[in-house]
């Protein structure tokens, strides 16, 4: 037996027939040509030839890699994207090379800008208009804007406050220029106003508290559109390219708490004040339910460090990394025994009362779940 042949500590990672075993339990049964896709595709490492039986080489992947398949699999449930599963798969902490993660968010973003650009031009020939007019895109603009602001029901474009139609409209234009397009935008304090209370993020992202914390919404509306110059879409697009392996991986954690934790706070806040858009947060309240995000979110973490921003992301980090636990300790209630809750709920304010009884319901309907749990 030559040394090629000897066991190391190779041999103790999972074979093919191991990894089919391990999708064959988790519901989702694949193929060996399957597991060769995933290869191809970066989703998974490739085996390594760990000794011989007789003349016939061994091949084992690395150690781990049956927890990689079987969070591929989970993933796959909501996506069939190779460049969105390769971004999952990293922020799950598995090794996936940065190179492959920015040449994953580069393609979506680019795309992406594409198709502003070509549902541009399409509004723009509705008009009747040449679409390499500047007068033209401006009018195709407005077009696409009123079609945006018009939707109801599943759109990007929440309906928190009463807002008229005219205003809306102005606000979704502003909006696809000043952060779809890139363009350097003077916005009044009206149109600043307007823009926050189309989000939703206005008024009660500036009025309400939680215990002690002030509102989170802060300073002149219309700094809305200076943030612009960090996360448009073609700022975004070139953070990304221009990003060190470095700024990636400092990335990370913050993507991992805006994308499973923030949703989950804003949840539990829903639960605890029975109001659906106490903080003014309520379109990202379902932001882990859509991985399709991720594209975004990775790229203006990064944008955002590239800016300097480092001191500020720490600090949404770390106020958002208790909520997990908070959310295991509400589930911790339902094993508790109907009298004990009761007892510790006893004889306090009707209000806190009130909270406690809204967390242990929310918790009953799972609302406090996040993506991507095995």
């Known amino acids: 037996m030559t040394p090629s042949q000897e066991p190391g500590d190779r041999d103790t990672g999972p074979d093919s027939p191991a990894l089919l075993e391990t999708a064959a339990q988790a519901g989702a049964p694949v193929t060996s040509r399957m597991l060769e896709t995933f290869r191809g595709h970066g989703l998974l490492p490739r085996p390594r030839r760990s000794g011989y039986c007789g003349r016939t080489p061994i091949w084992r992947y690395p150690p781990g890699t049956e927890r990689q398949l079987a969070a591929l699999l989970r993933w796959r449930q909501r996506t069939k994207d190779p460049d969105l599963l390769t971004v999952l798969l990293w922020l799950d902490g598995y090794d996936i090379p940065p190179s492959a993660v920015r040449g994953a968010l580069l393609r979506h973003l680019q795309v992406t800008i594409q198709t502003v650009e070509q549902e541009l031009s399409r509004h723009a020939r509705l008009l009747g208009l040449d ?111 221009d990003a060190p392996e470095t700024d990636l991986s400092a990335a990370r954690q913050t993507v991992v708490a805006l994308f499973r934790y923030l949703p989950l706070m ?109």
Not at 181 to 196: D, I
Not at 310 to 326: G, K, R, V
């Open 266 to 374: 804003i949840r539990m806040l829903v639960a605890m004040f029975d109001d659906d858009n106490y903080a003014g947060l309520a379109a990202m309240s379902e932001l882990d339910q859509h991985p399709e995000t991720l594209i975004y979110v990775v790229p203006m973490v990064i944008a955002m460090l590239k800016a300097g921003w480092d001191e500020n992301l720490n600090t949404i980090t770390a106020a958002l990394n208790p909520f997990p636990e908070l959310a295991a300790q509400a589930h911790r209630v339902l094993d508790m025994p109907s009298a004990t809750v009761n007892a510790n709920l006893a004889g306090k304010p009707e209000e806190t009362h009130d909270r406690g009884q809204r967390i242990i319901e929310a918790a009953i309907e799972g609302r406090f779940g996040t993506e991507g749990e095995a």
């Open 131 to 241: 679409p390499s007019s500047g007068d033209a895109r401006a009018k195709a603009v407005d077009a696409l804007a009123q079609t945006i602001a018009a939707k109801r029901g599943n759109t990007p474009i929440p309906r928190h406050t009463r807002i008229r139609a005219g205003d809306r409209a102005h606000a979704v234009a502003l909006m696809i220029r000043a952060f779809g397009l890139g363009e350097n935008l003077e916005g009044s304090a009206k149109e600043g106003e307007t823009v926050e209370r189309v989000l939703g993020i206005a008024p009660n992202g500036r009025r309400h508290t939680i215990d002690t914390t002030g509102p989170w919404l802060t300073g002149p509306a219309k700094d809305l559109f200076g943030a612009a110059d960090i996360v448009a879409l073609p700022r975004l697009l070139e953070a990304v390219r």
